[in-house]
């Protein structure tokens, strides 16, 4: 027997893989993925404190959620966990009282991570503290200064322009103290240890795309997880970019043997076809499974390889780690201009498209959790199917029709040395139809398990 020699031993099964077939409707999946963006929507969130709280505390109440908090100070890798971050109002009046801008209206209004203000100045001391976007003047720009702590505005163009010569009162009501980083974390135990890692970024205030939507499919796929039976472990993380990355690596150092695949989830709700950027390896299960599934799926997609910009994916693909992490998207970040905008918003996400990411990452999901080697007890010459019962089935008559192309494909790859996503891919055929035909010979015995994950 031909096995590569990083394979590991599989727990021992006694019938045909599980399937994913009780996948719920997909207009009403859309639909509640979207409203879960909703409730989400307007909750301040930054790389630290309670908006990420409450986020979690929400996400808790659809999946069993473990909560972490990492106090200020911790040494995580290279970096050290900051101080925590809240803020309670802010707002812009003019001298005459009245408000000009009001972060209860827009919580983009503020500048993320702004230190503590309560003063008065003139408009021209104030103007290098706003900020617009002059190309898209109804809209109001997204801006943090996570690591930096300087206070500031977001408006729209129409507005700043608007803004009379004069005084203004600005108060910004946050506080930067010693408290904590949190993160959760959600295990779905399958019959394996191995795991396959989904994460996604809770930083980001009231923008849909980036990255609510990555946030409520991966909620939605948890949820889903959990009622089925599963070869894998499925460990759903939920933490602030950059740093969040950082921290949880720093705490799980001990735990990333297990991880075979993971995926990071962001913009996922915009109606682009999907994207997936490689892991940097390029050719782990992860990415010939997404590409596999993409592909088959007839709509337009991109595949690009790994470059080390972009969301946390950086962070599991740097060398220390080398992480089988890749990215999924539909349109790329910075690619659609409303990106880190208020124009990223309820309307720019919609539920057919976040259904059909749901179902592609599940899909994708399947294939991992499915692809096997299995071998072959009669190679010599093909097998006589009709003794088995099996020929009655291609025919047509069973209540399953089998076909003829992938049991043959399948008898033949069968070897030892290739998976079923090893014989899916070689035969052009969908992974689905490759597995069906191994079920259907594995349960009259011309298939064994080999009983090692490819
Ligand atoms: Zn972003």
């Not at 700043?160 to 910004?172: F, K, M, N, S, T």
């Not at 992490?325 to 976040?354: C, I, K, Q």
């Amino acid at each position: 027997m031909n096995v590569p020699s990083n394979s590991r031993t599989l727990p021992a099964e006694d019938s045909p893989r599980p399937v994913f077939d009780r996948v719920p409707r997909l207009e009403s999946m859309g639909q509640e993925i979207h409203d879960f963006i909703a409730e989400l929507y307007p909750i301040p969130r930054c790389i630290t404190g309670d908006g990420v709280r409450e986020t979690l505390r929400r996400i808790g109440q659809r999946i069993p959620l473990q909560i972490h908090e990492v106090p200020s100070g911790t040494k995580v890798l290279d970096w050290t966990v900051p101080k925590e971050w809240n803020i309670r109002g802010a707002s812009l009046k003019t001298s005459a009282g009245d408000t000009v801008l009001d972060f209860a209206d827009c919580n983009l209004h503020v500048v993320y991570s702004s230190a503590p203000i309560d003063a008065t100045m003139p408009l021209s001391e104030l103007r290098p503290r706003l900020y617009s976007l002059p190309e898209h003047p109804d809209w109001v720009p997204y801006r943090y200064s996570h690591y930096g702590n300087a206070w500031g505005f977001c408006l729209s163009h129409r507005q700043l322009e608007a803004l009379p010569d004069g005084d203004y009162h600005v108060r910004i009501d946050s506080t930067l103290s010693d408290g904590s980083l949190t993160y959760g974390e959600c295990v779905i135990q399958g019959r394996s240890d191995e795991e396959v890692l989904v994460s996604c970024h809770i930083c980001h205030p009231a923008l849909a795309n980036d990255n609510l939507s990555g946030v409520a499919i991966a909620t939605a796929l948890a949820g889903h997880l959990g009622g089925l039976d599963l070869t894998y472990t499925y460990r759903f993380i939920f933490i602030p970019s950059l740093i969040g990355a950082i921290t949880w690596l720093a705490r799980n150092e001990a735990g990333l043997g297990r991880i075979r695949a993971g995926l990071v989830l962001s913009c996922l709700g915009d109606p682009g076809p999907p994207t997936y950027k490689k892991s940097r390896h390029g050719g782990r299960e992860i990415d010939r499974a997404v590409a596999h599934i993409l592909g088959q799926s007839g709509d337009p997609f991109d595949v690009v390889d790994f470059s080390p910009y972009g969301y946390d994916e950086r962070q599991f693909n740097s060398p220390g780690f080398d992480l089988p992490v890749g990215l999924l998207m539909r349109t790329p970040f910075e690619r659609f201009a409303e990106y880190h905008t208020s124009a990223d918003n309820l309307d720019f996400v919609r539920p057919d498209a976040l259904a059909d990411s749901f179902h592609k990452c599940l899909s994708i999901f399947h294939v991992l959790d499915n692809n096997r080697i299995l071998i072959n007890q009669s190679p010599k010459g093909e097998p006589q199917l009709g003794r088995r019962g099996l020929y009655r089935e291609v025919s047509g008559q069973s209540d399953e029709k089998l076909e003829e192309l992938p049991l043959l494909w399948v008898l033949n790859l069968c070897d030892g040395s290739h998976s079923l996503l090893d014989i899916a891919e070689r035969s052009g055929l969908a992974f689905t139809r490759i597995k069906h035909a191994a079920n259907a010979l594995q349960r009259v015995g011309l298939l064994k398990d080999a009983g090692v994950s490819p």
